[in-house]
């Protein structure tokens, strides 16, 4: 039986002195097959896998893992939760993701401590004002709330920012996003994997998918595993920085290319910063955590990479706009810092939907931002395998896209770089 | 960090570099026989492998010229550097160009 936290478990445990806390999840050996393999255990499989058992009733379905869950780019991020986006097909998928956010504690009976602390991106120049102004607009039109902020605002909201004239990025103003926020990306992961358990879905990890199994018709009939072979006729792959792996092994190419972002955690201080703040013109964001560090992430690395370190050059130029930006911040110490592989597409946009092999579907090309997007992400997966139709969300996003020209290139639209 | 031999101007620091992605990629033809879904996986596709990785770079704080690079993507060693017109050198098992 599960347990089911509240408050009064917590205290009841407390006085046991913790010792009757049990596994959040099982670990079983992999059965011969299955009706649906997930393979990659970040957010994007595991919350695919709940949303194949809870919305659909599927409940054989293995999610494998080559390593340990939450070990890749879900418990690699600096954890930004956000819908500022341009287009209306990427406005409506984030939002859905957002609003699936904001009541996911209470649905996975597990706190994911979503703090909606608000983001704000600077405005660095009159022409930033405008870009932000024109953002707002498309923001509001889509549904999302979006707010203007003045200088005075911004110097109110952020008092370690340099807001002065003579500052390296002088402050023109800033585009706010009040529902936007942070969460705790391992207990996203562990939410989605313990409510997922708990509905039958067999996690397996240390479980490496080498191959995949077609039949004559070409359609996938299992997958080859580190720990054997698993049948199966539906996969869906989440395996984000990794995916053109995967679609080589199953024989085809991608739009995506693989680079390292980084992220960097300082030391613990007391609060300075209650909000999540971008400057797009160095590319540099920055959060508190709720243990005190300061939450840091910039632009991707200069060239391709598989290596889960990152490069000095980006380095250099991170904490060099961390520090003339936030003077207050300049002898602060760093604790960590660390990469992560991302799979970057032309149109800064998500591959979502069929392959080109029959029986086989991705959820892949988020990039740099598709933490924010793991409920919506699993709730387009699942759609897609339990129906083997496209999520209506997910229809703009199919990689047929790069067929017809369809592109929703948010590069262009919201300003992200990447 | 990266220390990248341009073939005109000699080591450099990978700062003064730009890459511009996958190489001698090969433009499908004649126009008028080419489908929609080849035309799109020739602007699109990319082979992104995890190790060799033959790629075009540009020297843009530099000279400007552009060149190719043979670069293993998860050690991120160069294994040649080599001009635009060249082919692409063939590795040998200990992972260098010949
Ligand atoms: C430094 C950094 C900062 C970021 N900041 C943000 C942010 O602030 N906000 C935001 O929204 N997004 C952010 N992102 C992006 C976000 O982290 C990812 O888009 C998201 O986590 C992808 O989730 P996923 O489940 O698809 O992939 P992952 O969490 O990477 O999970 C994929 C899993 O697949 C496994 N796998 C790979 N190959 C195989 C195989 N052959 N067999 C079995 N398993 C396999 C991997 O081990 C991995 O655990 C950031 C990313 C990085 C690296
Ligand atoms: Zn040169």
Redesign the interface.
């Known amino acids: 039986m599960k347990m089911r936290y509240s408050a009064w478990t917590v205290f009841k445990q407390g006085l046991g002195g913790q010792r009757g806390w049990k596994p959040a999840w099982r670990s079983p050996d992999p059965k011969p097959d299955y009706e649906v393999v997930v393979i990659g255990g970040g957010g994007h499989g595991l919350a695919t896998a709940y949303y194949l058992a809870r919305t659909y009733g599927i409940r054989r379905v293995a999610v494998l893992e080559k390593g340990w869950i939450g070990g890749g780019n879900s418990g690699r991020n600096t954890t930004a939760i956000r819908s500022n986006y341009y287009y209306r097909a990427s406005a409506r998928m984030y939002e859905h993701s957002l609003k699936l956010y904001e009541r996911l504690s209470k649905e996975l009976n597990y706190n994911v401590m979503f703090s909606q602390r608000g983001m704000i991106s600077l405005a660095h120049s009159p022409h930033d004002v405008e870009l932000a102004h024109r953002q707002a607009g498309a923001m509001r039109l889509n549904g999302v709330d979006a707010d203007f902020l003045t200088p005075a605002e911004i110097a109110r909201r952020v008092p370690i920012l340099d807001m002065s004239p003579e500052a390296r990025f002088p402050v023109f103003g800033g585009l706010l996003q009040k529902r936007a926020g942070t969460a705790r990306h391992d207990a996203v992961v562990w939410g989605y994997a313990r409510a997922a358990d708990a509905l039958g879905v067999d996690i397996i990890q240390n479980c490496e998918v080498t191959g995949f199994r077609r039949g004559a018709d070409g359609a996938v009939t299992g997958v080859e595993t580190s720990r054997g072979p698993i049948a199966t006729t539906r996969i869906g792959v989440a395996v984000a920085g990794?995916s053109?792996?995967l679609a080589?092994m199953a024989g085809f190419?991608?739009?995506?290319?693989?680079y390292a972002l980084q992220a960097f955690v300082s030391e613990p201080l007391k609060p300075v910063l209650d909000t999540v703040i971008l400057s797009p013109a160095t590319g540099v964001y920055m959060s508190q955590s709720d243990k005190g560090g300061l939450v840091i992430g910039g632009g991707l690395d200069?060239?391709?990479?598989?290596?889960q370190r990152g490069?000095?050059?980006v380095i250099r130029n991170v904490l060099g706009a961390v520090a003339a930006q936030y003077p207050a911040l300049g002898r602060v110490r760093l604790l960590r810092q660390w990469a992560g592989i991302v799979d970057v597409v032309?149109d800064s946009s998500p591959i979502i939907g069929a392959s080109p092999v029959p029986g086989l579907f991705l959820d892949c090309g988020w990039g740099t931002g598709g933490f924010k997007a793991i409920p919506v992400g699993g709730t387009m997966l699942a759609h897609q395998l339990a129906t083997l139709t496209p999520h209506e969300l997910a229809e703009p996003f199919s990689l047929e896209r790069?067929?017809?020209?369809a592109l929703i290139d948010e590069a262009a639209g919201s300003g992200i770089a990447h | 960090?990266?220390q990248i031999s341009c073939p005109w101007c000699g080591p450099r620091d990978?700062?003064e570099?730009?890459?511009g992605?996958q190489s001698h990629i090969i433009r499908p033809g004649p126009p008028e026989e080419i489908d929609?879904?080849t035309?799109?996986?020739y602007?699109?596709?990319?082979?992104?492998?995890?190790g060799d990785?033959l790629?075009r770079w540009l020297h843009a704080a530099g000279c400007r010229r552009w060149f190719n690079v043979a670069?293993d993507?998860?050690?991120?060693r160069i294994r040649a550097v080599y001009h635009m017109i060249e082919a692409a050198p063939a590795i040998d098992d200990e992972g260098s160009a010949r």
């Open positions: 990794h053109s792996r080589e190419r991608l739009p995506i290319t693989s200069l060239y391709p990479s598989y290596a490069n000095m050059p032309p790069f067929t017809t020209g | 960090m990266l990978e700062i570099f730009r890459c992605g929609d879904a035309w799109g996986r602007l699109s596709e990319k082979t992104n492998p995890r990785h790629e670069r993507t998860a050690t991120h």
